[in-house]
C-alpha cells in the first residue's frame, strides 16, 4: 500500500472522508447545517492538507473561527478522528499516512480546549 505521496492522495483522501462524513448520523447534521455546496469545502480542505503534509502555502484561513461556532461534544470530535483514521487506513500506508492522522487529533485537541475556553469565559461573563 502507498503513502500519502501527492494531491491526488489527497483528493483520494478528502473525497472519500467527506464522502463518509455525510452517510454519518452523529456527524452529517452538523455538517448540513453550513454546508449546502460540497465543492467549496472540498477544495479547501485538499489546500489544508496540501499545506499540513507538505508544507505547500495552499490555504489560507482560520480553521478555529469556522468551529468556534459548531454545537458539537466530545463525541462528534471522537466521531470525527475515527471515521478520518479508518479512511487514512483503507487507502494508506507510511510516515505521511500517520502524520495526518497525528496531526488530525492534535488540532481536534486544540479545537475542543479553545471551545471549553470561550465556554467558560461566556460563563464568567454571564
Ligand atoms: C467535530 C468535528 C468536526 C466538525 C463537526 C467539523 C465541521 C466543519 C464544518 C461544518 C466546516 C465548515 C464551516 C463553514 O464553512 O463555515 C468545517 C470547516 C473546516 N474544518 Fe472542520 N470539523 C470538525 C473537525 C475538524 C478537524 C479535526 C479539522 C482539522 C484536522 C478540521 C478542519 C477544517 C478546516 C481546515 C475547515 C475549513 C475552514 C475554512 O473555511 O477556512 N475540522 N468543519
Known sequence: MADIENMDSIRLLVDDFYSRVREDVLLSPVFAEFIVDWQPHLLKMYAFWNTIL??????????????????VTTRHFYRWLELFGETVDLHFEGHKAEEAKKRAEIMANMFQNRMSQLKDKNHVLL
Not at 482560520?62 to 461556532?69: E, G, I, M, S, T
Open 54 to 71: 507538505f508544507g505547500v502555502p495552499d490555504y489560507k484561513g482560520n480553521p478555529f473561527a469556522h468551529h468556534a461556532k459548531l454545537t
